[in-house]
């Protein structure tokens, strides 16, 4: 951890009840932007109040102690006591223990939000210096608009025909039960003016995938279907994605897309990895914590997913961060065994993954709060270099090319995103 506890911060924070803000992406900052949305919930954030980053194996629970310390010592005063409302932070953590990037936590020092018919805007000053003083009518001004953040999307270190090397490499260490299942990704790469406008790219997600959740954090941006972990009031829950299908280009081929994928065994068995992953992972937190009786065809407007909810009661107190511990890297994302499957993945792959497929969401003072593991992503840095990953899971009856053109169709919505506009 690169800031220890014992330099944080005293904050004082209000969060007071305001009229309709409009659509938060709207206002968002035209640098460094800061945003978690889906549907009727959202936060956008403003400057840093605080920012603590982390690294190696520990950076999770690193986290978890240093935010119960950073709100044992603040001053909150909350006049709406909702989820989001209060002290919260906004986070992305690197996936891989040993990734050269680092994984952070954001204290916005403005934060508009919005739950359903309840809107509000919390402050953060840090103790002895001035707060501002906001109310619907003095809100953060919208910048204009700049040059958009535009880029064509191209195959990094991995390319395609290197891909499905991969892929045939990781089938062969399944079929010599080595393990039962991986997930290999590829990237590409693209190039932005430094400082370039990203509330365009954000706002083409936001709006093209209304259902996933939306988020921008230390560049990082994207639009995730799947959630690692939500705590609200002492319940948690997740969302499993894992077997996906090309939506159909009419009615009648997208119903069969979606009725092949929902009986394919090899999907079916990717699936079940996943879920009994993260059924594992909570029971020590949750006991009682169950999954959908059999998993549902989610339609999002790029691809079908077969997704499992899952849904229990928390006994031992833990917080939203305490729970990214236990469950990352989950099978959606690594394999499993999950040691085994980590270690394939590290050889087969020429790239840090970075804060791709690791945790990314919103903490609050009480430990509630919303985990998506980050995908559909890409990570921008500060000298206008962009990279995009997307995966696939490696089953022992995976198709290569069948593999490589799931990745494509994952990229997607970031590919689009950063298309350069019509004339």
Known sequence: MTKSVRQLPALTVVSSRIDDPGPLVSLLADEHPLLWRRRGFGVAGFGEAVRLEFSGASRMADAAAAWRELVASANVI?????????????????FAADSAHTSVLIVPSVVVG????DCWVTTVAVYGKPAPVLSTGNLPRRAPLREPAS????PGSMTPDAYRSAVESAIAMIRDGRLSKTVIARDLVGEVEPGADLRPVIATLADGYPDCWTFAVDGLIGASPETLVSVRHGTVSARVLAGSAARGLDANSDLDAASALATSTKDQDEHEFAVQNV???L??????VIASDSPFTLKLPNLWHLASDIEGSLDDGSSSLDLLTSLHPT??????????AVAVLGALEPFDRGRYSGPVG???ADGDGEWAIALRCAQVYPDGKVTAWA?????ADSDPEHELVETRMKFRPIVEAFAAPED
């Open 78 to 94: 909350d006049e709406l006591g909702i989820p989001g409302s209060g002290l919260i932070a906004l986070g992305s953590f690197a």
């Open 114 to 117: 919005r739950s359903g018919p």
């Open 362 to 364: 919103w903490v609050g």
């Open 151 to 154: 880029t064509e999307l191209t």
């Open 391 to 395: 995966g696939a899971g490696i089953v």
């Open 331 to 340: 099978a959606a994302v690594a394999g499993t065994p999950t040691d085994e």
């Open 283 to 288: 029971r020590p937190h949750s006991p009682g």
């Open 279 to 281: 059924l594992s992972s």
